[in-house]
């Protein structure tokens, strides 16, 4: 029986060019379902923070449901059911779409955990300046705010590109795709799917450290989600001040 360890350096060497294609396209739709989820997630946070009652309950109700079921049913939904009501996709768009909604739900309270977590006192300093609306945001709440949100964003991106496995099962060429393909093909079911974990490794390794880099970097800024309280109960938080000075006299 030949050497594990050699008969990994060989299957590495022979079959490189189909590991690294589905390499490649598990990059592509990493790279496509977070640009997704990021943008589609923040605008959900929005509208989850807004003063419109009817989307906010809309969106909490579509977090809610998207974070409750597992996203291979999403994904079984997206590319076997959708088209028995005449909408057909391409494997890969069925994994965009599935995937991207399924990441934008936990996109979604990242961003709202990062909007509330600026300290009401950083928002009455810009609006005591005169700033109101997008230039409030623009030079107070959104640079604060990015500081919270980019950790647990990378980790995002980390299990963004771990779902996208998840698209072997619509035939959609991605690397684990492909290391089953080598697996059945060469009988070396073992060091096929070693070297697609390993390539897995070579992301999500880097940005692990790079969250970790984040966080340390907004402990050492004092930036935390408990440094104050949210602008969006400023309203609130104003009456009952209101009320109690008024209660006392």
């Given amino acids: 029986m030949p050497d594990f360890q050699f008969t990994i350096i060989d299957t590495a060497i022979h079959y490189w060019p189909l590991l690294l294609s589905g390499f490649w396209v598990t990059l592509k739709l990493a790279a496509i379902i977070t640009v997704v989820t990021t943008i589609v997630g923040t605008v959900l946070a929005l509208i989850k923070l807004s003063n419109f009652k009817f989307a906010s309950f809309l969106v909490t109700a579509y977090v809610e449901i998207i974070r409750g079921t597992p996203p291979l049913l999403q994904l079984f939904i997206v590319f076997y059911t959708a088209p028995t009501i005449g909408i057909v996709l391409d494997a890969e768009i ?37 700033m109101r609306g997008p230039s409030l945001y623009r030079w107070v709440i959104l640079p604060q705010a990015f500081r919270l949100i980019v950790p647990p964003m990378t980790s995002q991106v980390i299990l963004n590109l771990k779902g996208t496995s998840l698209a072997l099962t619509i035939t959609v060429g991605e690397l684990m795709f492909r290391a089953y393909e080598g697996a059945n093909n060469t009988f070396r079911p073992g060091d096929f799917y070693i070297l697609a974990g390993v390539l897995y490794l070579c992301i999500s390794i880097p940005l692990s450290r790079l969250a970790k880099r984040f966080e340390l970097e907004n402990l050492a800024a004092g930036a935390s989600p408990k440094a104050g309280k949210s602008r969006f109960v400023l309203p609130r938080a104003r009456q009952r001040s209101t009320n109690l000075t008024s209660t006392s006299e």
């Avoid at 509330?116 to 300046?129: D, I, K, M, N, T």
């Fill in 94 to 130: 069925a994994a965009i779409v599935a995937l991207g909604g399924y990441g934008s739900a936990f996109t979604c309270e990242i961003v709202r955990a990062g909007l509330l977590g600026v300290p009401v006192g950083q928002v009455e300093a810009g609006r005591s300046l005169g």
